[in-house]
């Protein structure tokens, strides 16, 4: 289903300057068609800049960008319709209710039907489950409700893709796991779904292609499998006699090791052969209560990448 | 097709949003509350009031209650129309901005053009909405409190109900017409900035400022093309045969302020990063 060669963005060398700093700073990001890609980083990394200037929002300092093959913002107003958007956080007129809210942004694209305004208001209100609250004034609306009225905007017409910034921020976990399914259920119909978040379990579940942007660059771009071979594996034993222990793997090859409590862990090959290790270990009299392969997780790969700090990077 | 390239439907929704919000009806109220309390002051005071005392028109409200409307809208037209005006044009751009609608507009897609026509479309029509407010007001409250009959103009000459009613209609479109300028000014103020309060109040202080010159002397060479520099000649319409020179000046010369600010509402809103 996912074509790698055939994609729904591309930028290329994309610079957008505020004054003297880069906010984003000569990014190559390629997502796929069909595909779920997660747009990683931590707040103020350049996330929300970059989706505002794939939507027209924003003009690229320098750079190209390509949306389902349009050039952008030359062909921007005929790209726009097939592209249904979350942009940082939703945004309505308080004083209306959520239906009326739809209704206006809807009329106020200029390719809409009329005819089947309501309809398709009506769809999308169903869709994410607020038909009984369309009704209500959105400034008596949760946050979360606000959250699916956005989706319900993103979801007025039929999209080719949706660009969706933090589409799970402010949910509580019930409404985080229905938007999580509401994802699936799109990207199930073909529909190319590029999210960004800030939170990597999000994208872990929803996420098949992934590119993590940290101060302004993009660090790390593929496919979830790609991204995963490309860590390291590592071997952990625990035993007795940790120090014997230890010159016997050097004896076998592993250098580089690291002594923890009581525990050593190495890094060593993907095809590493665990049993034989073991063996070899009983053999000399090992008391081994542990041995196995591990990969780091994606997270601690994230935070290779972007840093552990709670310091904002710039 | 035709109704889509015009944005019918989008001005029908523009006019929604405005007519949906409890403020565009509170500034309403209070435009028509200006001829009551002119009408209810006049009708207690009656007696005391010499014939040319107080603004102009005023000794005549109680001589006919057709003159109520002309005489608020004179009231109204140095700060508080203007005010109300402003409100609504500071907030065109600003406001949406500020709400973070103006970002799902643009994606919607809206057009940046078509929205800014749509835009200083809604706030004349809320212009209108305004000036027939005084005036229908002041009709009604004058009926009520003085007698009504043919109206005696400023050239003496007397014309019937029915052409008064006519008039008043005329001076209501003339006050509407002195307001676009400004609207226009108000527009391009709201395509600067996100806080649509600075908006308001900076189209509020240039209609000051405005009026000051005009009243200065020193500047004598730059009055005709102040944009309140006509305001007042609504006066021109009360007069038979009619005048219609000032309706022609004035719209003259806020047609020039509607394509000089709308040119640079342009030019600033069609190039601007949208970061809000």
Redesign the interface.
């Given at each position: 289903m996912i074509d790698e060669n055939q994609l729904a963005i591309s930028t290329k060398s994309l610079v957008k300057q505020f004054g003297s700093q880069q906010a984003v700073a000569g990014i190559d990001l390629s997502v796929p068609l069909g595909s779920v890609f997660g747009f990683l980083g931590p707040n103020g990394s350049g996330k929300t800049t970059t989706i505002r200037m794939l939507l027209g929002l924003a003009d690229a300092s320098s750079g190209e960008i390509e949306v389902l093959g349009n050039p952008i913002p030359a062909k921007l107003q005929q790209t726009l319709p097939l592209v249904g958007a979350l942009v940082e956080g939703p945004a309505f007129y308080p004083y209306m209710s959520g239906r009326d809210n739809l209704i206006r942004i809807d009329s106020a694209d200029k390719f809409s039907d009329p005819k089947t305004r309501k309809t398709r208001v009506e769809a999308a209100l169903e869709r994410v489950g607020l038909t009984n609250a369309s009704k209500k004034k959105v400034h008596a609306y949760s946050l979360g409700m606000k959250q699916r009225l956005g989706l319900a905007n993103a979801l007025l017409k039929p999209r080719k893709m949706l660009i969706l910034d933090e589409p799970t921020n402010g949910l509580d976990p019930q409404g985080t796991r229905e938007v999580r399914n509401l994802i699936r259920s799109l990207a199930k119909e073909g529909i190319t779904i590029f999210v960004s978040s800030h939170l990597l379990s999000e994208i872990e579940q929803l996420c098949d292609h992934l590119a993590v942007m940290t101060a302004g660059k993009i660090v790390a771009q593929g496919s979830i499998e790609e991204l995963r071979s490309k860590t390291q594996t590592r071997l952990v034993l625990k035993t007795d006699r940790l120090d014997d222990a230890v010159t016997l793997l050097k004896a076998e090859g592993i250098s580089k090791l690291s002594l923890k409590a009581d525990q050593i862990i190495a890094p060593v090959e993907t095809d590493f052969n665990v049993a034989k290790l073991n063996q070899k270990l009983v053999k000399a009299k090992f008391m081994v209560t542990e041995i196995r392969l591990e990969q780091p997780s994606l997270e601690e790969l994230f935070v290779n990448l972007t840093g552990e700090g709670f310091e904002v990077v710039r | 097709m035709f109704a889509?390239a015009l944005?019918l439907?989008?001005m029908?929704?523009e006019l929604?949003?405005m007519f949906?919000?409890?403020r565009t009806w509170a500034m309403l109220a209070a435009v028509a509350l200006i001829p009551i309390l002119l009408a209810v002051a006049v009708a207690l005071t009656s007696d005391q009031l010499a014939p040319g005392e107080g603004p102009p028109f005023l000794d005549r409200v109680t001589q006919n209650g057709l003159f109520t409307g002309f005489t608020a809208t004179l009231l109204a037209l140095p700060l508080f129309l203007p005010l109300t005006v402003a409100v609504v044009a500071g907030d065109t751009i600003a406001g949406e901005a500020s709400?973070?609608?103006l970002?799902?507009?643009?994606?919607?897609?809206?057009?940046r053009l078509?929205?800014l026509v749509v835009k200083y479309l809604g706030t004349v029509v809320f212009a209108l909405a305004a000036t027939f407010t005084l005036m229908i007001a002041g009709a009604i409250i004058g009926t009520i409190l003085f007698p009504v009959g043919p109206v005696t103009l400023l050239s003496g000459d007397v014309i019937s109900l029915g052409e008064s009613i006519w008039r008043m209609a005329l001076v209501a479109i003339y006050t509407a017409l002195s307001m676009t300028g400004i609207l226009a000014i108000g527009l391009f103020i709201s395509t600067l900035t996100t806080v649509p309060v600075g908006a308001m109040a900076a189209t509020v202080v240039l209609t000051g400022v405005s009026q000051i010159l005009d009243n200065l002397p020193q500047v004598e060479w730059m009055h005709e093309w102040l944009f309140t520099h006509y305001w007042l000649n609504f006066a021109d319409l009360l007069r038979q045969p009619i005048e219609l020179g000032s309706f022609g000046q004035n719209a003259l010369l806020q047609l020039g302020y509607i394509a000089v600010f709308g040119a640079l509402a342009y030019s600033r809103f069609t190039?601007k990063?949208?970061?809000s």
């Open positions: - | 889509k944005g439907s989008l029908r929704s929604r949003v949906t919000r409890r709400l973070g609608t970002r799902y507009l643009l994606i919607a897609p809206v057009g078509r929205l190039t990063d949208i970061l």
